[in-house]
């Protein structure tokens, strides 16, 4: 689905991310895990064409992301609150998602529905601009507009990050669904070891933008990571 | 503690990322202070003078009779622009300074405003002069000293009353109205203040009031504040009522009205773009400098184009040249959502038309002034459609400056909006319609100068489609660029 060709980006002098080759199959659940300025959103921001390699390239499903603009229909991300529009109340900005990826308000309206538990009462109905919301409230509202209209590549940056323990449990297990239908690739990085173990079956360790670790998830997994950056 | 106070506050001023536009402004807000001063100045010493002479009566009586005018007024004035300057405390509350010191610090910092001693230039003067001309020292020490009390008043009203938008209405509107009054000779307010404030000369000692007044107020203020320092309470950011709202009516367009219903909301939600487009409504009555004749310089029949252009576009410079920074807080979105430019450039662009003929069709009350006038007006719009909507989109490519839709900082005149590539596009903006009319006005006749420049307009028009490629192209190329500089807030 994704692949990576010695992708590298530079600024100035120092090289802020560095993959040689990296290939993601469709359908897997695939981890970013990193220190602070490993290179995990600079990879993300890459995949979306937010910023422009130094050499190489992203190949989102035959699709060379810098080149060409037919990844978007099929790719949907949240990044951090620039992805989300502060003026709209939650609703419209979904059905302005949703509009703009090909779904009526009453096809929105059943996405939200299978949400409702996750949202727990705080985001639909508020009376509440965007802006106006908490900063988890808010990533809740990002995180599903990103799956609105059936995307086949999610990205999530740090979607754990900001957010209360039951809410982090629901995501979870929303992720975990996505990631046994086959059909969508989720690409998601954290700093919270136990969360990426949990959720992803493939792990990728950044450091110093360089690729150090790639593991297929196992039950020693966790332990593996712990050794790793408590060494 | 005041020291430490006091280099906050310094490195605030010369640390902001905005530093040097923001000296820019302060340096221009020096002169126009300094300008005030002089104008006080020359009041000061003057007023009694002309006053005499003009024989009006005595001029402590005028200026008594006129005073609750000024005060009020100067509330209007601090009300409109004198801060409560509370956003810097926020990361102060939890450190170990004493509550009642912050809020002693902040209002201390109201009271050594500009707003205070401006006035000072005026009446210290003022009581000179009285002095030198034999009123009684005593009462004029008096007099002076209780109006300084109530210009201070002021100051803690304007902090009391700060964000009450209703009560300060209502005020204005009792006191413009008793302005009127007192011009139509109907009702005279100051038949009845005039007195108060000629007490003040005639009994000295009542100078402690107006202190006692204003040790009240300021005491009140610092209780208020002390008691409403919490983030939810005194300092928190106003909150609107949301409601979902669904301009169903645009779905008929597509992709387009997508867009479109997103454009509106974000005109009718942030106050900067709010701003923008009242704005450009002024722009319409702009034409009056050159059809009623009032400025001479504008008089030749090139100008007529110049009008034309202006009143049919203010839509197209105020918000149309700011495109695509109205979108900067959530730029990334747009960039990786299933959007293509084109669709998002000819949303704008339509929202320019749409703007421009409304401009137009409201303007038509310059057919008052002739046929000719509108038809400048008519000629300009089309201009505007076929030409200037695209050489804005094309400038807006290389603005770089994001936007802070929730303030109105800013908002009239941006220097970063002023680099020389826009400045390139303003030439065929503005100047170049003038050409063209003038090429027709002088070589065959002022009809055909029209029919000139609404042609370059058509002709624009119909290739929309080429320009558009090529302002895309533009838009592409300059697209990480544009991310990042959005990212860094202004």
Redesign the interface.
């Known amino acids: 689905m994704i692949s990576v060709q010695s992708l590298t980006k530079k600024y100035g002098e120092s090289i802020v991310l560095n993959i040689e080759n990296l290939e993601i199959p469709k359908g897997q659940s695939f981890g970013l895990v990193g220190n602070n300025g490993a290179g995990k959103t600079t990879f993300f921001s890459l995949m979306l064409d937010l910023i422009q390699p130094t050499t190489g390239h992203i190949v989102n499903n035959g699709v060379q992301v810098d080149s060409s603009e037919e990844w978007k229909p099929f790719t949907s991300a949240f990044i951090d609150e620039t992805f989300l529009i502060g003026y709209l109340t939650p609703e419209e900005y979904f059905y302005f998602i949703g509009e703009l990826r090909g779904r009526n308000k009453a096809d929105v309206d059943a996405l939200l529905e299978r949400f409702k538990d996750f949202f727990h009462d705080e985001i639909l109905g508020q009376k509440k601009y965007l802006r106006d919301l908490s900063k988890g409230n808010q990533k809740k509202a990002g995180i599903v507009a990103s799956f609105i209209g059936d995307p086949e590549v999610i990205i999530l940056d740090e979607p754990f990050a900001n957010l209360d323990p039951t809410t982090q449990i629901k995501l979870k297990g929303i992720i975990k669904d996505l990631a046994a239908s086959n059909e969508v690739t989720v690409l998601v990085s954290s700093h919270d070891l136990i969360h990426v173990t949990e959720v992803c079956e493939r792990i990728v360790v950044l450091n110093k933008g360089e690729l150090v670790r790639d593991i297929q998830t196992s039950t020693e997994t966790l332990k593996e990571l712990e050794v790793f950056f408590g060494g | 503690m005041l020291k430490h106070f006091l280099t906050l506050e310094w490195k605030s001023f010369f640390r902001s990322a905005s530093f040097k536009s923001n000296l820019a402004i302060k340096i221009f807000m020096v002169f126009g202070a300094l300008y005030f001063m002089a104008v006080f100045l020359g009041l000061g010493i003057g007023a009694f003078y002309i006053i005499e002479r003009q024989g009006w009566g005595d001029p402590l009586l005028v200026v008594n009779r006129f005073m609750i005018y000024y005060l009020v007024g100067d509330l209007y004035i601090r009300y409109m622009l004198q801060k409560m300057p509370i956003t810097n405390i926020k990361p102060l509350l939890y450190l170990p300074i004493n509550k009642s010191k912050i809020v002693a610090y902040s209002l201390g910092k109201t009271v050594v405003s500009f707003f205070n001693w401006s006035h000072a230039f005026f009446f210290v003067p003022f009581s000179v002069v009285l002095l030198v001309e034999g009123y009684s020292p005593i009462g004029v020490v008096g007099w002076h000293l209780a109006i300084m009390a109530l210009f201070l008043c002021n100051n803690f009203l304007n902090v009391l009353v700060n964000n009450k938008d209703n009560v300060f209405y209502m005020l204005l509107g009792i006191f413009s109205l008793l302005g009127v009054c007192q011009y139509y000779e109907l009702f005279n307010i100051t038949d009845y203040t005039s007195p108060f404030f000629n007490t003040l000369y005639d009994l000295p000692w009542m100078a402690f009031l107006t202190w006692g007044l204003l040790i009240a107020l300021a005491t009140s203020a610092f209780t208020y504040f002390k008691r409403h320092m919490y983030l939810d309470a005194g300092l928190a950011g106003k909150?609107?009522?949301?409601?979902?709202?669904d301009y169903a009516w645009l779905n008929r367009f597509g992709?387009l009205g997508?867009f479109l219903?997103?454009d509106i909301?974000?005109i009718r939600?942030?106050k900067r773009s709010k701003t923008s487009v009242i704005m450009s409504f002024f722009f319409i009555f702009y034409g009056l400098f050159f059809f009623t004749g009032a400025v001479e310089a504008y008089d030749g029949p090139v100008w007529k184009i110049f009008a034309g252009i202006f009143i049919s576009g203010g839509f197209l410079f105020s918000f149309g040249q700011f495109v695509p920074s109205w979108d900067s807080?959530?730029?990334?979105?747009m960039?990786?959502?299933?959007?293509?430019?084109r669709e998002y450039l000819t949303s704008k662009w339509y929202l320019i038309i749409i703007a421009t003929a409304a401009s137009t069709i409201l303007a038509s009350f310059y057919l008052y002034f002739g046929w000719d006038a509108y038809l400048a007006v008519i000629v300009g719009a089309i201009y505007n459609i076929g030409v200037n909507s695209y050489l804005v989109l094309w400038g807006g490519a290389y603005i770089k400056t994001p936007i802070d839709?929730?303030s109105n900082k800013k908002a009239f005149g941006d220097k970063q909006a002023f680099n020389s590539k826009t400045l390139l596009l303003t030439l065929p903006k503005l100047i170049l319609p003038l050409g063209v009319y003038a090429l027709g006005h002088y070589l065959i006749s002022p009809t055909a100068g029209y029919i000139f420049v609404g042609m370059a307009g058509i002709i624009g028009f119909g290739f929309k489609n080429r320009v558009f490629a090529l302002i895309e192209g533009i838009y592409k190329k300059e697209k990480?660029k544009t991310?990042?500089a959005?990212?860094q807030k202004a």
């Open positions: 909150k609107s009522m949301a409601k979902t709202e992709n997508t219903k997103n909301k974000l939600r942030n807080a959530y730029y990334p979105l960039m990786s959502q299933n959007i293509s430019y839709l929730t990480y991310i990042a959005y990212k």
